[in-house]
T-cell receptor
Framework: QQPVQSPQAVILREGEDAVINCSSS?????VHWYRQKHGEAPVFLMI?????EQKGHEKISASFNEKKQQSSLYLTASQLSYSGTYFC????????????????FGQGTILTVHP | DAGVIQSPRHEVTEMGQEVTLRCKPI?????LFWYRQTMMRGLELLIY????????DSGMPEDRFSAKMPNASFSTLKIQPSEPRDSAVYFC????????????FGPGTRLTVT
């Protein structure tokens, strides 16, 4: 089932902060964040595992609350290069703990940073 | 090192025609994924392979879609016959099986079916 991202779009000025949320109605094992610039392919940013929080990229960090089945991506002191569409991808596992080995992506959040 | 290579980059075809999309994964990667991206449905996983073996094709929309991976360096996604609703950007991505989540995407093939 596709995770839900919010907001759908964010407009910022350089230096401002933003938070992008990703939530699922199903139990998650991990959450993955990707960024896609216009006309380009998605690029992996970071992975968050159950019980962990990981900073992966520049001034971009994220958290994962497995009880709430939610993840948030934090962009601080935004730069023009942060503009793009951010996708969360969620991983589920079966009852035996085996990964399905695939991601289900949210609809994306369009982030626009202006000078 | 070269990234994931996809061809063609753009394809325009008429309804009913056969379309074949090609992908060369990053050398050494042993997992390969085919995605489709549309405005309406977002980024959807169609099928993925581990060590050239199809693992999950539950995302393949219909029997008109088929994918093969004859060796570690080449994969195809075929649509036959194509329909206008197949118009989308098709991405191929590859990864190491041990880090399957860190996927490297190709530039995509923009398919337009008229």
């Amino acid at each position: 089932q596709q995770p839900v991202q919010s907001p759908q779009a964010v407009i910022l000025r350089e230096g401002e902060d933003a938070v992008i949320n990703c939530s699922s109605s199903k139990a998650l094992y991990s959450v993955h964040w990707y960024r896609q610039k216009h006309g380009e392919a998605p690029v992996f940013l970071m992975i968050l595992l159950k019980g962990g929080e990981q900073k992966g990229h520049e001034k971009i960090s994220a958290s994962f609350n497995e009880k709430k089945q939610q993840s948030s991506l934090y962009l601080t002191a935004s730069q023009l290069s942060y503009s793009g569409t951010y996708f969360c991808g969620t991983e589920m596992r079966n009852a035996g703990g085996t990964s399905y080995g695939k991601l289900t992506f949210g609809q994306g959040t369009i982030l626009t940073v202006h000078p | 090192d070269a990234g994931v290579i996809q061809s063609p980059r753009h394809e325009v075809t008429e309804m009913g025609q056969e379309v074949t999309l090609r992908c060369k994964p990053i050398s050494g990667h042993n997992s390969l994924f085919w995605y489709r991206q549309t405005m309406m449905r977002g980024l959807e996983l169609l099928i993925y392979f581990n060590n050239n073996v199809p693992i999950d094709d539950s995302g393949m929309p219909e029997d008109r879609f088929s994918a093969k991976m004859p060796n570690a360096s080449f994969s195809t996604l075929k649509i036959q016959p194509s329909e206008p609703r197949d118009s989308a950007v098709y991405f191929c991505a590859s990864s190491l099986l041990s880090r399957w989540y860190e996927q490297y995407f190709g530039p995509g093939t923009r398919l337009t079916v008229t």
